[in-house]
């Protein structure tokens, strides 16, 4: 069995709980042609960089697999006529195993690191709160989360 990665843009359309459930008809896909789920992230919504099928914006869901590679076209070709499937991304997963993580966790992450940084530095100067203003730093964005959605 080989490591593929699945990358799947949903339908905007879709509610909560229709996403789970055109989850688990992805995942019966998984079933009927042997692939064993090793890893299962499902992103949210996110702006699309360009219009798909008359949607804006889409719910994305990354899934790592393991598969026999003969199997892969026809669950390929299932996929791609799944029910509120509006794009997808099929390929090997790397070497090295690592999953790709979230633009918006990885944002908030490096959000967190960086304001952990700002109080480790305040703390080390031995400096109280100043009036400066955070809202003019170039580097700490107003709405991190808008301005990923625009960039992704």
């Known amino acids: 069995m080989k490591r593929y990665e699945l990358l799947l843009i949903l339908s905007s359309k879709?509610?909560?709980?229709?996403?789970?459930s055109a989850?688990?008809?992805?995942?019966?896909l998984f079933e009927k042609y042997g692939a064993s789920?090793?890893?299962e992230n499902i992103w949210g919504?996110?702006?699309l960089a360009y219009e798909i099928k008359r949607e804006k914006s889409g719910i994305y869901a990354l899934w790592q697999l393991e598969v026999e590679p003969e199997k892969t076209a026809a669950l390929q070709a299932d996929i791609q006529v799944a029910d509120h499937v509006i794009r997808f991304l099929f390929a090997a997963a790397p070497k090295h195993g690592k999953t790709i993580e979230s633009p918006i966790a990885v944002a908030a992450k490096?959000?967190?690191e960086r304001k952990e940084l700002d109080?480790?530095?305040k703390e080390a100067a031995g400096k109280t709160t100043t009036t400066t203003k955070k809202d003019d730093d170039p580097k700490k964005p107003k709405?991190?989360?808008?301005?990923l959605e625009e960039t992704v």
């Not at 879709?14 to 789970?20: F, G, K, P, R």
């Not at 709405?143 to 301005?147: E, G």
């Open 14 to 20: 879709l509610q909560d709980a229709e996403v789970s």
């Open 23 to 28: 989850t688990d008809a992805i995942k019966k």
């Open 37 to 39: 789920v090793k890893e």
């Open 45 to 47: 919504r996110m702006k």
């Open 110 to 112: 490096e959000e967190a």
């Open 119 to 121: 109080d480790a530095s």
């Open 143 to 147: 709405d991190l989360k808008k301005i």
